[in-house]
Structures are given as structure tokens and as C-alpha cells.
């Protein structure tokens, strides 16, 4: 399997913007469909967008459509998060995901995360 890291996160204003970069070693993740979760204290998990293995497809969970805009570069093996104008229900630990089926249909279904990055937003 690959594994992920996350980093980019960190504390801001509510109206900011923050980029998170997620890169992957060990297997390159050009052919494989790529997400972010995320996680709030005392949440579940919920899915926040996917791009496919060749950049073509993504998909957005409808509470971050507009503002946030998931990208890859698979030279660099690496998935980026662009969160603009965020909001303090943002607020959580942003999870890099793989799924480790090769070429598929992008779906929101990933088998294996990164430990997360912290992305805290204040009113």
C-alpha cells in the first residue's frame, strides 16, 4: 500500500484560505483515485472530495462545494486541498485517502488513510 502524509494544516480566521498537500510513498498514486475526510472531535469521519487517477473526475460533499477544489500531480505523487473562505465548522483533522483499485471509477469507497492533518478555523 501507499503511504500518505498530509501537512498544510494548521490555525486561521474564519474568510481564510489554506492549501494541504498530501504525498505519497512507497507506490506512486498516479493510478490510483484520491480523497480527503475529515474529522471533527466527537464525529465520524465524513467524506470532503475525490479527484480520479487521472485528474479528469472529482467530487465534492455539497457542505465544501465552491469553496474548496481538489488537484493532483502525480510527477510529484502528491494530492493537494485547496480550502477557500473557510468557516469554523471546518474545523478538524483532514485525512488523505487512497483507493488502492487501479484505474477504477471514482466513488467515495477508499481502503486505506493518511494519520492527518489539523485544520482549526476561529470566528
Known amino acids: 500500500q501507499v503511504h500518505l502524509v498530509e501537512s498544510g494544516g494548521g490555525p486561521v480566521q474564519a474568510g481564510a484560505s489554506l492549501r494541504l498537500s498530501c504525498r505519497g510513498s512507497?507506490?506512486?498514486?498516479?493510478?490510483?483515485?484520491m480523497g480527503w475526510f475529515r474529522q471533527a472531535p466527537g464525529k465520524e469521519r465524513e467524506f470532503v472530495a475525490s479527484?480520479?487517477?487521472?485528474?479528469?473526475?472529482?467530487d465534492y460533499a455539497e457542505s465544501v462545494k465552491g469553496r474548496f477544489t481538489i488537484s493532483r500531480d502525480n510527477a510529484k505523487s502528491t494530492v493537494y486541498l485547496i480550502m477557500d473562505n473557510l468557516k469554523p465548522e471546518d474545523t478538524a483533522v483532514y485525512l488523505c485517502?487512497?483507493?488502492?483499485?487501479?484505474?477504477?471509477?471514482?466513488?467515495?469507497?477508499?481502503?486505506?488513510w493518511g494519520q492527518g492533518t489539523q485544520v482549526t478555523v476561529s470566528s
Open positions: 485517502a487512497a483507493d488502492h483499485r487501479l484505474m477504477a471509477t471514482l466513488t467515495r469507497d477508499f481502503d486505506s
Open positions: 512507497g507506490r506512486t498514486l498516479s493510478y490510483y483515485n
Open positions: 479527484i480520479s487517477w487521472g485528474g479528469r473526475s472529482t
